[in-house]
């Protein structure tokens, strides 16, 4: 299969979830597109080592992806639709730094299968439970001491910029609390806490310190990744990773580049009069550019990378555990959303036969993980017919799984309440998820095997790197150039709609700037 269309299929399969994402939201969302378009990239990158780390590289790719979803950005998108020329500048500039930070914790995660032994990949389930009970011990403190109502955090003692931090602090309490009990440190508990104190010096050194607030009163989570994605280029210089360095900096450049286009891409079209949901395509659009940087940083390591080995083989069970959690876990925390909506929309009663609809929702859940741990025991001893002999046959089955799970699980959100503006939103996403069934199929086996290169011919990192950076930093300058000028060439001052008219500067400005103290609300 040519190149161009490899790179099609992975930047659908990231559109998308991108798309579906749109209507579940924030962290759990984002956990699907960076899941599709990993294991579309290694399905069709011809490494059939890579095809044997299949569930690893999708559920690094999910965590990855998750944490830009912390980040506010709807503000920044309105400053685009001001019609306020400097306000329309610093939106496309934010939008470029927001969705290069997005893609660059995204990619950089993406990456680490490619290059870690089996042990220092397989190190991270244990940090991460570790993190996971950390987190909900202190929902359930949270929950008993702070008893607020979610959809008022402003009222939280805790609230602090509408940020994360309590989250990130729950990072150190993990990673710290599980080196204590074992007693000893490893790779991949360092890369945790590199990340998580990098987001306490962005936020403390940009927002506390020096005032900045890219769109008050909407959170500053963005001072946070920029600490994150520096912590992470730390770790990997360190761990002598600077592959993953170079991933996340293409990621990265292209995410920003997308966003901003992404928009300008929906602002063109707001100029046909066509009545339908803009901002959906306006994430598709991003989704399907972000798919782009995903494809072209895995395929150019597919042919230039040595080959990852399984060798000492440990952790047997750490493949079916991540195979898993991606199938059932993301399916779970997006769609466990949907009995909300049904019963909102009066689909569904909210309590059946004693028990709340969600309990039901959740019961048959526990019942599917029970029936995956069966089956998982049952084929490690004498194997399933239905299980394929080869890893690229069952990386096909995981995506296919994950993928159709997901769409069908969208529609049923929607489908209560459809009207024809949705068909831009789940007509686009069905059309691409068959087109992707298609190219996953036919593309990757078909696909040549790459042949990697003699691990002797050392890559040149630092003249990569810094080619990157260069051709990045002129991208950045030139995009967003380009699309304050054709929008301000468009509506001139005039404000097109399709969001508040929020103006970030001059003697109309209207967004608050009052920077509140710990614990206080927005303006």
Request: proline content about 5%.
């Given at each position: 299969m040519s190149f161009p269309l490899r790179v099609l299929w992975v930047a659908l399969s990231l559109s998308i979830g991108w798309g579906i994402r749109g209507n579940f939201g924030h962290e759990i969302g984002a956990l699907l597109p960076g899941a599709l378009a990993a294991m579309a990239a290694v399905l069709l990158s011809g490494r059939t080592d890579?095809?044997?780390?299949?569930?690893?590289?999708?559920?690094?790719?999910?965590?990855?992806w998750s944490i830009g979803g912390c980040m506010s950005y709807m503000q920044v998108i309105a400053y685009t639709h001001s019609g306020h020329s400097l306000t329309q500048a610093y939106g496309f500039a934010c939008l470029f730094v927001l969705g290069f930070l997005w893609a660059a914790i995204g990619g950089a995660t993406t990456a680490l299968p490619a290059f870690l032994d089996r042990r220092r990949l397989t190190d991270f389930f244990a940090p991460l439970g570790a993190v996971l009970v950390a987190w909900i011990l202190e929902e359930i403190m949270v929950a008993i001491w702070f008893n607020v109502n979610a959809d008022y955090r402003q009222e939280s003692p805790l609230y602090w910029y509408d940020t994360s931090w309590l989250e990130t602090a729950g990072v150190f309490v993990g990673v710290l609390g599980l080196a204590a009990l074992r007693r000893r440190w490893d790779s991949a508990s360092s890369l945790l806490l590199h990340g998580a104190v990098g987001w306490w010096l962005g936020f403390l050194i940009l927002v506390v310190g020096l005032g900045l607030r890219m769109t008050p009163p909407r959170g500053d989570n963005w001072a946070g990744c920029i600490g994150t994605v520096i912590?992470?280029?730390?770790?990997?210089?360190?761990?002598?990773?600077?592959?993953?360095?170079?991933?996340?900096?293409?990621?990265?450049?292209?995410?920003?580049?997308?966003?901003?286009?992404?928009?300008?891409?929906?602002?063109?079209?707001?100029?046909?009069?066509?009545?339908?949901?803009?901002?959906?395509?306006?994430?598709?659009?991003?989704?399907?550019?972000n798919g782009v940087g995903i494809a072209v940083a895995l395929f150019w390591l597919a042919r230039r990378i040595p080959r990852v080995t399984e060798e000492p083989a440990l952790r047997p069970w750490a493949d079916p555990l991540a195979a898993g959690l991606v199938v059932l876990g993301i399916t779970f925390f997006n769609l466990r959303q949907n009995p909300p909506v049904w019963i909102q929309t009066k689909s569904v009663l909210p309590v059946l036969l004693g028990l709340s609809t969600q309990t039901w929702f959740d019961l048959a859940y526990l019942l599917l993980a029970l029936a995956f741990v069966v089956?998982?025991?049952?084929?490690?001893?004498?194997?399933?017919?239905?299980?394929?002999?080869?890893?690229?046959?069952?990386?096909?089955?995981?995506?296919?799984?994950?993928?159709w799970w997901m769409v069908v699980g969208n529609f049923e959100r929607a489908v209560v309440s459809f009207a024809p503006?949705?068909?831009?939103?789940?007509?686009?996403?069905?059309?691409?998820?068959?087109?992707?069934?298609?190219?996953?199929?036919?593309?990757?086996?078909?696909?040549?095997?790459?042949?990697?290169?003699?691990?002797?011919?050392?890559?040149?990192?630092?003249?990569?790197l810094r080619r990157t950076a260069i051709f990045g930093t002129t991208l950045m300058?030139?995009?967003?150039?380009?699309?304050?000028?054709?929008?301000?060439?468009?509506?001139?001052d005039r404000f097109p709609g399709q969001a508040r008219k929020h103006i970030r500067f001059g003697p109309n400005a209207n967004a608050p700037t009052a920077k509140p103290a710990p614990g206080q609300p927005h303006p």
């Open positions: 890579w095809h044997r780390r299949l569930p690893f590289f999708a559920l690094a790719g999910a965590l990855g912590g992470i280029w730390v770790w990997s210089w360190r761990q002598g990773l600077p592959g993953v360095t170079f991933v996340s900096l293409l990621t990265g450049l292209i995410g920003g580049f997308g966003f901003a286009t992404a928009t300008l891409i929906k602002l063109t079209g707001m100029t046909t009069g066509w009545e339908t949901n803009w901002h959906s395509i306006l994430e598709q659009s991003y989704g399907l550019i089956l998982v025991i049952r084929h490690r001893r004498q194997p399933l017919a239905l299980v394929p002999s080869t890893w690229l046959g069952c990386g096909q089955w995981l995506y296919l799984t994950l993928l503006q949705r068909l831009v939103t789940e007509g686009v996403i069905h059309l691409n998820a068959v087109l992707c069934t298609l190219g996953i199929l036919l593309g990757a086996s078909a696909n040549t095997p790459f042949v990697p290169s003699d691990p002797s011919s050392a890559i040149p990192w630092s003249r990569v300058l030139l995009s967003v150039a380009a699309d304050w000028a054709a929008v301000r060439a468009i509506y001139g």
